[in-house]
C-alpha cells in the first residue's frame, strides 16, 4: 500500500533537537553518535542548523565553532590555512573540508578577517590554478581542476563575496565561473559516467548560487542541466559516492569517499529554479517521497542504513530552503505501483538461461564460446534489473518516449 507524507517542514523541530541532543561535550559531532568526532561533519551540522533557523549565537553552536577552532592545523605551518584529515599520524590538505569549514565558521557568526577564516581563504586563493584554460581547483595543488572541488571553492567564496563591489574575490569567482563553463556538456550536463548527475547538480546549486549573488551566468546553463536532471531522474536519484585523491603519495591511505546526498540536494534545486514547471515534475515530487521515507519518527533524524548527523543536517537545510513550496506529500498513485514490472520478466529469462546452461552441461556441449555468450547474457539481465526491475512496461515506454522528447530541445549555445 502507498504512503501519504505529511509536509517535510513537519520534520525540521524534530531533526533540529536530534542533532542538537548528539552533539558530543567537546562540541563536535560524528557521522552517528558514538563514532569518532569530525571537524567535516560538525561543520555540516552547523550549516544545516543555522541554515534551519537555530541562532549563530547559541551556546551550542559556538562550542561547535570552538571545536573547528580547535581542529585548525597552526596557519604558521606548511598548508596551515587548511584543515587536514589525520592519517597514520600525518596531516594531509583536504580542500574539501576547508571549504565546508568555512562556509559553517561564516554562518556561526566569524568573519573574513577572523585569523583561521582569513589563513584559509589565503590558503584556498592560492590553490586555484592559474592556467589560460584552467581557472578552478584541483582536489591537491597543481592538479588539473576538477568540477567538485571548483564547486565547493565556488560555493565558499560567494558566500564572502559581493558582485556590485570590486573585491578581492570577485576576480577569482567570476574565473572560477569561466572554468565551470569548460566541464559542461553538450546535452546540458556535467561530470561522466555515475557522476553525471551528482556533478550536475552540484553545478546547479553553484550556478543558482551565482544568480542570487548577481554574478554573471548563462541562465540558460542552469535551466538546461536542471532539464538534464529531470530527463534522468532514475541516475538523478541514484545514490553515489565519488572518492577524493587528497593524498600526495601512493599509498592513498588520505583519501576517502565523499557520498552525495542527493535527495536533499535536488529539492533545494528544483526549489531554486526560476521555472515554476520544474516543481510540478514527477522528481520534485519523488524527492519528498523519498526524504520522508528516510526520516527516523522516534530519532528525529535522517539516515541511509543508520542516522547520520551529515544526512539530517543536509536534508534540514534544504527543507529550509524549500520551504515556501513545500506542501504534503500525496500517495504514489496505485497506477504506478500496479501492472506487469518488467523486472519480473528479466528474472525471468535469467532463470531460463540458467536452465540452458544446465542443460548444456548435462549434454556435455557447454564449451569456452557457448560460455562467454550466457555469461554476457547473464550479465545484461542483472545490469538491466538493477535499473528498470520497478518499472511497468508502461513507465518504461513513457521515459524513453519523454527522453526522445526532451533530446530534441538542445541546450543554448554560450
Partial sequence: ?????????????????????????????????????????????????????????????????????????DVSAPDGGAWCRRVKGRLVPDIMRTCVIVRALISGGRGVAYPVVAAALAWLLARQNTGADDRGWGFRRGDKSELLPTCFALRTLMRISDASTNDRWK??????????????????????GVLKAPHTLQAVLVLQTARV????????????????????????????????????????????????????????????????????????????????????????????????????????YSIREAERFLRDVPARPEEDATGTKVGNWILGLAVLLFGGVVYLAQQQRFTPLVAIVFGFLMLACLLAYGRIREKTFGQLVGAVLSREAGSERKPAKE
Avoid at 533540529?16 to 552517528?32: I, V
Avoid at 572554468?179 to 561530470?191: A, H, I, T, V, W
Wanted: net charge negative; hydrophobic share 35%.
Fill in 1 to 73: 500500500m502507498n504512503k501519504a507524507f505529511p509536509s517535510l517542514t513537519e520534520r525540521e523541530q524534530p531533526s533540529r533537537e536530534w542533532l542538537l541532543k548528539t552533539q558530543d561535550p567537546s562540541g563536535g559531532w560524528a557521522e552517528h553518535p558514538g563514532s569518532h568526532l569530525s571537524s567535516l561533519n560538525t561543520a555540516e551540522v552547523i550549516i544545516g542548523l543555522v541554515g534551519s533557523g537555530v541562532d549563530a549565537g547559541h551556546a551550542q553552536i559556538q562550542k561547535a565553532i570552538e571545536f573547528l577552532e580547535t581542529d585548525h592545523v
Fill in 171 to 192: 576576480k577569482p569567482i567570476t574565473d572560477a565561473l569561466e572554468q565551470l563553463k569548460r566541464f559542461r556538456k553538450p546535452d546540458g550536463s556535467f561530470g561522466e
Fill in 213 to 316: 549573488c548577481e554574478f554573471p551566468i548563462v541562465a540558460t546553463t542552469e535551466v538546461d542541466a536542471l532539464k538534464w536532471l529531470l530527463l534522468n531522474q532514475d541516475d538523478a536519484l541514484a545514490p553515489v559516492e565519488e572518492t577524493l585523491p587528497i593524498e600526495t603519495d601512493r599509498s592513498g591511505d588520505g583519501n576517502y569517499g565523499y557520498t552525495f546526498p542527493m535527495y536533499a540536494g535536488l529539492l533545494q534545486a528544483i526549489a531554486g529554479s526560476t521555472v515554476e514547471q520544474h516543481r510540478k515534475t514527477t522528481l520534485w515530487t519523488d524527492v519528498q517521497r523519498f526524504l520522508s521515507r528516510d526520516f527516523d519518527e522516534p530519532t528525529g533524524a535522517f539516515f541511509g542504513s543508520r542516522a547520520f548527523s551529515w544526512s539530517t543536517a543536509s536534508a534540514l
